[in-house]
């Protein structure tokens, strides 16, 4: 089982910045960043495979959202920009598992159904 730690929520103005962090404790394959707001659906807001340079991104955060990887440490990271108070959720990290099948890739996107393991969230609040 692969344990995620996230790290990096918190308040901030709109305008402003954060940047969340999330280390997987194992090998996986895609590592992404859902977010949710009570009452409402989990949104996929990045993702980015672990073994090469393929991303995905939401429509609502292309241009201001940036995910990268740290592959030495396992981690990956989103850098958030231009915040807005619509982005105002809980920010969960989550992986894909490595495939068993030689060869095989598995998708890394933004459906939640597709996600093995997940963090416990942080919580990203940007007031107007």
């Known amino acids: 089982q692969v344990q995620l730690v996230e790290s990096g929520g918190g308040s901030v103005q709109a305008g402003g910045s954060l940047r969340l962090s999330c280390s997987a404790s194992?090998?996986?394959?895609?590592m992404g960043w859902f977010r949710q707001v009570p009452g409402k659906e989990r949104e996929g807001v990045a993702a980015?495979?672990?073994?090469?340079?393929?991303?995905y991104y939401a429509d609502s955060a292309k241009g201001r959202f940036t995910i990268s990887k740290d592959t030495a440490k396992n981690a990956v990271y989103l850098q958030m920009d231009n915040l807005k108070p619509e982005d105002t959720a809980i920010y969960y990290c989550?992986?894909?598992?490595?495939?068993?099948?030689?060869?095989?890739?598995?998708?890394?996107?933004?459906?939640?159904?597709?996600?093995?393991?997940w963090g416990q969230g942080t919580q990203v609040t940007v007031s107007a």
């Open positions: 989550a992986a894909v598992q490595e495939s068993s099948r030689p060869g095989w890739i598995l998708p890394c996107r933004g459906n939640d159904y597709e996600y093995n393991y």
């Open positions: 194992g090998s996986v394959s895609c």
């Open positions: 980015i495979y672990t073994g090469f340079h393929s991303t």
